[in-house]
């Protein structure tokens, strides 16, 4: 938990997806103190045709590198979202050649109830988290 999932348009290879990801979590890991093992992500590749991702106006350039990346999680602070934000751009740009115009982000947050990480039990609220 945090849950991570990336919608991308098909053509990356297996190791540009692998890095990716690791490049993700590391943000997660950096900026949100997340434990390292903590690690929930899900990549859908979609047709070029079958993911459109607008500016809103903002004058904002998109190419076929474009990820958007969606998170539920328990509720983080305002800081905290803003300096992920920036964390994740920067290292994606640096590490896989992902402009910060390419990557979109949005959080969904939830509570310790809507979380069971197996054997049917909500492990926030047992206390074994």
């Known amino acids: 938990m945090p ?3 990336y919608h991308v348009i098909k053509g990356r290879t297996p190791e540009e997806i692998e890095l990716l990801l690791d490049t993700a979590h590391e943000a997660m890991v950096r900026t949100f103190k997340v434990p390292q093992g903590d690690r929930y992500q899900i990549l859908t590749e979609h047709a070029p045709s079958h ?3 607008l500016d809103t106006g903002l004058g904002i350039p998109r190419t076929k ?4 990346l969606h998170v539920v999680s328990r509720p983080r ?3 905290a979202k803003v300096a992920f934000y920036e964390n994740l751009c920067a290292d994606l740009q640096a590490k896989c050649g992902i402009a910060p115009s390419d990557v979109m982000i ?3 947050e939830n509570g310790d109830e809507d979380w069971s990480f197996g054997h049917g039990r909500a492990q926030f609220l047992t206390g074994e988290l």
């Open 3 to 5: 849950l991570m999932q």
């Open 51 to 53: 993911l459109k991702a």
């Open 65 to 68: 590198k474009f990820v958007l």
């Open 77 to 79: 602070g305002r800081e």
């Open 106 to 108: 949005s959080f969904t």
